[in-house]
């Protein structure tokens, strides 16, 4: 099916400290999308991915998108305190890709 | 990014009234409109696509009886969940895009508290 599956599923890690999370499907993806969401807010838009081996930074962020179409990462250097949240793997589906699905989501914890 | 406003943020209900949430897009036209659930440490579901000027598409297992959705203009769209239970207590969020294959921006989101 039209699944995103996401892992690990939460992380508890040391301030300082990389973070490597990934999402891979069974379907091929035009598009990777990777959100964060805090507590009561919505999901922000981190990282878009729009070609096959696509390799993207945003600050301290950088994401790939698989040369198979069916798998990105995320990873996070250095952490810090705020980027406790849930991140999220996401990608259009449906009829012309207008719909966008979402990975079950990854939990980062992070101690100072 | 584009900036979508979703109002209110918290909402308490009595259990069988309705209540309505607001979703703008502030500075694109948001031709097309999507309204999620998230329900505690879970992600974000699918409820339903709309399209400026017609009708809602619901995923399945959604009442499109319960969930009304009004998508009057290219900035506006409303989700009105009528007859209210405590079971449709959740995290409601909008999310908007403009024309063509590009990524959708997010509401704040609206906590439903049906008591």
């Known amino acids: 099916g039209q699944q995103l599956n996401q892992s690990p599923q939460s992380m508890f890690i040391q301030e300082g400290e990389d973070v490597s999370m990934n999402c891979t499907s069974s379907?091929?993806?035009?598009?990777w999308l990777w959100y964060k969401q805090e507590p009561g807010e919505g999901p922000v838009l981190l990282i878009a991915?729009?070609?096959?081996?696509e390799l993207t930074s945003n600050g301290r962020l950088t994401a790939q998108f698989g040369i198979t179409r069916k798998d990105s990462f995320l990873n996070i250097s250095a952490s810090i305190p705020s980027d406790v949240g849930i991140y999220f793997c996401?990608?259009?589906?449906?009829?012309?890709?207008?719909?966008?699905?979402f990975g079950a989501g990854t939990r980062l914890f992070v101690k100072a | 990014g584009a900036v979508v406003s979703q109002h209110p943020s918290r909402v308490i209900c009595k259990s069988g009234t309705s209540v309505k949430i607001e979703c703008r897009s502030l500075?694109?036209?948001?031709?097309?409109m999507f309204w999620y659930r998230q329900f505690p440490k879970q992600s974000l579901m699918l409820m339903a696509t709309?399209?400026?000027?017609?009708?809602?598409?619901?995923e399945q297992g959604v009442e499109k009886d319960k969930f009304l959705i009004n998508h009057a203009s290219l900035t506006l769209s409303t989700l009105t969940v009528t007859s209210a239970h405590p079971e449709d207590s959740s995290f409601y969020i909008c999310?908007?895009?403009?024309?063509?294959?590009?990524?959708?921006?997010f509401g704040q989101g609206t906590r439903l508290t049906v008591v």
């Open positions: 999310s908007a895009r403009d024309r063509g294959p590009t990524e959708a921006f």
């Open positions: 500075d694109f036209q948001a031709t097309t």
């Open positions: 379907s091929i993806f035009n598009t």
């Open positions: 991915l729009y070609k096959a081996g």
């Open positions: 709309s399209n400026e000027g017609s009708k809602a598409t619901y």
């Open positions: 996401a990608g259009p589906r449906g009829t012309g890709g207008f719909k966008t699905i």
